[in-house]
């Protein structure tokens, strides 16, 4: 599942913040009920994350619908950049869904100017967020990043 085209326009960071800064993807399953099974995120060459480096995953679950913030109850999860500049997958421990959205990402510190992750600008879709503390997330829209992040979710029954 995603919500991006599969090209990248730019590489954005969190401004003016130093702390943990979250990335998210809400994402709607074509059929139930779903069963998450790894969460899929693209790393530019040409971003702050490096090859081996190691990151916090976050996921959960939401109810369907247009919110323009969320407070989701998410589980934790870690995985390693294997390389960037390309497609890495991280397993988690499945969670399956009969209605509503998954949301999907990771969460590292980010000094400020920090630019970790790759965003589709061609055609937003809202579903992208931002939170600053894993509780209560944003629309990247709100927080100047208008655009789809490259995280994907990859489902099955």
């Known amino acids: 599942m995603q919500v991006d085209d599969g090209s990248f326009e730019w590489t954005v960071g969190y401004a003016g913040w130093n702390g943990d800064a ?3 993807n ?3 399953p074509t059929q139930y009920p ?5 969460i899929r995120i693209y790393f530019p ?5 490096r090859d081996n480096t190691f990151l916090s995953l976050v996921y959960g679950t939401l109810p ?3 919110e323009e913030s969320i407070r989701p109850q998410t589980r934790p999860g870690s995985g390693r950049v294997a390389q960037v500049g390309r ?3 991280f397993n ?5 869904i009969e209605s509503g959205d998954f949301l999907v990402g990771f969460y590292t510190p980010v000094p400020d100017g920090l630019k970790p992750m790759a965003l589709d600008v061609s055609r ?3 579903k992208s967020y931002v939170s600053r503390d894993g509780a209560t997330y944003v629309k990247s829209e709100t927080a100047g990043m208008a655009g789809n992040f490259a995280i994907r979710a990859v489902v099955g029954r």
């Open 64 to 66: 369907s619908g247009s």
């Open 26 to 28: 809400r994402l709607t």
């Open 22 to 24: 979250f990335w998210v």
């Open 34 to 38: 779903a069963t998450l099974k790894q």
């Open 87 to 89: 497609w890495v997958d």
């Open 92 to 96: 988690v421990t499945p969670m399956t």
């Open 124 to 126: 937003p879709a809202g």
């Open 45 to 49: 060459s040409d971003g702050d994350i």
